[in-house]
């Protein structure tokens, strides 16, 4: 069983930075890989960034030179940092976890096994 709990969220001004984070509840994080997920107002899920347990990480388009993920094995921590931040960003940001293949999951080839319950991410 994995429990994963985001925090870090709140509400930015356009071009603001904020950091979340989510914490992992499990015996062995090593043998997760990890992704952040949004939904904002009226919009669809989207996948965000993965992060797979060898390092290599996928970012979707909108995010690239924006967002930074990575993971902290000893803390079992995902972080999400987040820059230049815009309204178009505003949404609920989940964590998520599964055993492999993170980036084909972020893409929605597969769905992801463990999730957290969402951090808001407010843009103004």
């Known amino acids: 069983h994995v429990q994963l709990v985001e925090s870090g969220g709140g509400s930015v001004q356009v071009g603001g930075s904020l950091r979340l984070s989510c914490v992992a509840s499990?015996?062995?994080?090593?043998?997760?890989?990890m992704a952040w997920l949004r939904q904002g107002p009226g919009k669809e899920r989207e996948g965000v960034a993965a992060i797979e347990r060898d390092g290599s990480t996928s970012y979707t388009d909108s995010v690239k030179g924006r967002f930074t993920i990575s993971k902290d094995n000893a803390t079992k921590t995902l972080y999400l940092e987040m820059n230049n931040l815009k309204p178009e960003d505003t949404a609920m940001y989940y964590c998520?976890?599964?055993?492999?293949?993170?980036?084909?999951?972020?893409?929605?080839?597969?769905?992801?096994?463990?999730w957290g319950q969402g951090t808001q991410v407010t843009v103004s």
């Open positions: 998520a976890a599964d055993t492999r293949a993170c980036i084909l999951r972020l893409q929605g080839v597969y769905p992801f096994g463990y």
């Open positions: 499990v015996v062995t994080y090593s043998s997760l890989c």
